[in-house]
């Protein structure tokens, strides 16, 4: 029990690719052995297949769907990676929002209140323009009005 766990072993039991038997004996280890230990939470951190396991696990982990085992390594790899938590997260914020039509509106609303308060703005701005808008076309009929009465009456004439 004195032999420290091989890096291949360390890996292994980060992707969670080993028998109960044999993670049980690692875990005694690592209860003892602080070394291992670095070495594994390295492992669960670097792990590429570890990763790419627990990111497959996701969506069963959400439905409750695993067994002990799988579900203690996703809980496990999730504390100790972060790049797979906040894929993690973004899975849950989906899931709630999918599963909650309110949930799902207070995020659009808050997502789009700035877009709103933009689009105050335009309208506010387009209310002027059309208030002065006819105030113009008044100016330039009246305008117009005055310089063909002149011409009409020196056609007249
Ligand atoms: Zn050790
Ligand atoms: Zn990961």
């Given amino acids: 029990m004195n032999e420290h766990l091989s890096k291949e072993t360390v890996l292994k039991y980060a992707a969670g690719m080993l028998t109960a038997q044999e993670r049980q004996n690692i875990d005694k280890h690592l209860d003892g052995c602080t070394i291992c230990l670095a070495k594994v939470a390295h492992g669960y951190a670097k792990s590429h297949e570890a990763c790419v396991r627990a990111q497959g696990l996701f969506a069963a982990y959400l ?7 799988e579900s203690d390594f996703v809980q496990q790899h999730l504390l100790m990676c972060d790049s797979c938590l906040t894929k993690y997260d973004v899975l849950v914020e989906t899931r709630v929002s999918a599963e909650s039509f309110l949930n799902e509106a207070d995020a659009c609303d808050n997502s ?16 002027q323009q059309v208030s ?26």
Avoid: V
Wanted: glycine share 0%; aromatic share 0%.
């Fill in 112 to 127: 789009k209140s700035e877009e709103d308060t933009q689009m105050e703005k335009r309208l506010k701005e387009q209310c």
């Fill in 63 to 69: 439905d409750n769907a695993l067994d002990q085992q």
């Fill in 132 to 157: 002065t808008e006819p105030k113009t076309e008044e100016m330039q009929k009246s305008k117009s009005r005055d310089a063909s009465s002149p011409l009409n009456k020196k056609k007249r004439t």
